[in-house]
């Protein structure tokens, strides 16, 4: 199967989700932050290439948490990664904490990208 079967059939199967709900206040703030930080090898940013698996924002509190992954298990920057993206989302103004972990399961593929990845990528 070549990546345009893959990335058609991902296409197909988030179709058939619906639309995402949009979002708003803390969340949608940390959510720009996350498109701030690049992956170190390809020239997306980690929300829109799909590496943020969950993304829990105590609007209260300011808690955040995210679980990611890396493209990668052998990415020389797996010890250090993360840490960029804890600083970048802990600069978000309402933030008050924010931890990060490291996931390998499931593994990441290019079907997780966003449509404007792909796009930016020329794979559209």
């Known amino acids: 199967m070549s990546i345009f079967d893959?990335?058609?059939?991902?296409?197909?199967?988030?179709?058939?989700e619906g639309p995402a709900p949009?979002?708003?206040?803390l969340r949608a703030d940390v959510i720009a932050a996350l498109r701030?930080?690049?992956?170190?090898?390809?020239?997306?940013?980690?929300?829109?290439?799909?590496?943020?698996?969950?993304?829990?924002?105590?609007?209260?509190s300011g808690k955040v948490a995210v679980r990611m992954t890396l493209t990668a298990p052998g990415c020389p920057v797996a010890e250090?990664?993360?840490?960029?993206?804890?600083?970048a989302v802990e600069e978000v103004s309402g933030v008050s904490e924010?931890?990060?972990?490291?996931?390998?399961?499931?593994?990441?593929?290019?079907?997780?990208?966003?449509e404007a990845a792909r796009l930016e990528l020329g794979l559209l």
Request: hydrophobic fraction near 40%.
């Open 80 to 87: 250090t990664f993360p840490g960029t993206v804890q600083c």
């Open 98 to 114: 924010a931890s990060v972990e490291l996931v390998w399961d499931p593994p990441w593929s290019a079907a997780q990208m966003s």
């Open 6 to 16: 893959w990335l058609h059939r991902a296409e197909k199967l988030k179709a058939e």
């Open 36 to 60: 701030t930080v690049y992956d170190p090898e390809i020239p997306v940013n980690i929300y829109d290439l799909g590496l943020i698996y969950g993304l829990d924002v105590d609007e209260e």
């Open 22 to 25: 949009p979002a708003s206040g």
